[in-house]
């Protein structure tokens, strides 16, 4: 005859504790973010791109204390508004500008410096009001705006068509020692592309640098703004010249 048997089930005993554990481990982990001690993040000084100084309607552009220049003052564009002339003469095609790629290094908003040889640090307490490849694709635009030639522009923030596009690499955005002197240096790999084909019309590299006496992050601000502006005029007469030959 087959006994029966009242013996627990193996295993059955411990499943409580292990429950009221699992839930008591639950609640701990809520708890956590209210009796954090790890350190807040130090302050950052934030700086815009600004325009040179010998720009018309140019300004310092930068404010330090987690504060960040008014857009009043940094929406006049080096060369200020385009002329009567300039507008008379506008070219009957149009243009997007992308915002350059960027290796890692380069697509944050941290200032960059490479104090010696080919070792990339950054600037303390100090960084950028956007990345350093949307600054210089915004410097790009307002360069164009303020030629005058190209009426018709847009950016790859609204993917309207254009006849041509400008893209980029961005190979540089950084400040370098030279003989225990710090200077901005930009270089950008350019590729005029004609959309409806795809077909890459023209290419260029464009390499501007901006030496300054003062170490300070503000004046290395302003060889930043120095050196983006002679690029970005670069860039518009290359622009130009080349979607001329095509069309």
Do not use: K
Not at 90 to 96: F, I, K, T, V
Not at 127 to 142: F, T, V
């Amino acid at each position: 005859m087959r006994s029966s048997s009242f013996l627990p089930r193996r295993g059955a005993g411990p499943a409580r504790p292990r429950r009221a554990f699992a839930a008591a481990a639950l609640c701990a982990i809520a708890l956590l973010p209210a009796c954090s001690v790890l350190p807040e993040a130090a302050p950052l000084d934030v700086y815009v791109l600004p325009v040179s100084t010998g720009a018309p309607g140019a300004s310092a552009n930068m404010s330090p204390g987690n504060s960040i220049a008014s857009p009043a003052a940094t929406s006049t564009p080096a060369g200020g508004a385009p002329s009567a002339s300039a507008a008379a003469r506008a070219l009957p095609w149009s243009l997007r500008v992308v915002r350059p790629a960027a290796g890692v290094h380069l697509a944050g908003q941290r200032i960059v410096v490479m104090p010696e040889g080919n070792r990339v640090s950054v600037y303390q307490g100090a960084g950028w009001s956007d990345p350093a490849p949307a600054l210089l694709r915004d410097r790009l635009l307002e360069a164009f705006r303020a030629d005058g030639r190209v009426g018709a522009l847009s950016s790859d923030e609204r993917q309207l068509h254009a006849d041509f596009e400008l893209d980029s690499d961005l190979r540089a955005f950084q400040s370098e020692y030279r003989g225990g002197r710090p200077e901005a240096v930009l270089r950008l790999d350019a590729r005029l592309v004609h959309t409806a084909s795809r077909r890459i019309v023209a290419s260029r590299t464009f390499e501007q640098r901006q030496p300054t006496a003062d170490p300070a992050v503000p004046a290395v601000v302003q060889a930043f703004g120095a050196a983006a502006d002679r690029l970005s005029a670069e860039v518009v007469e290359w622009t130009v010249r080349e979607a001329a030959a095509v069309r």
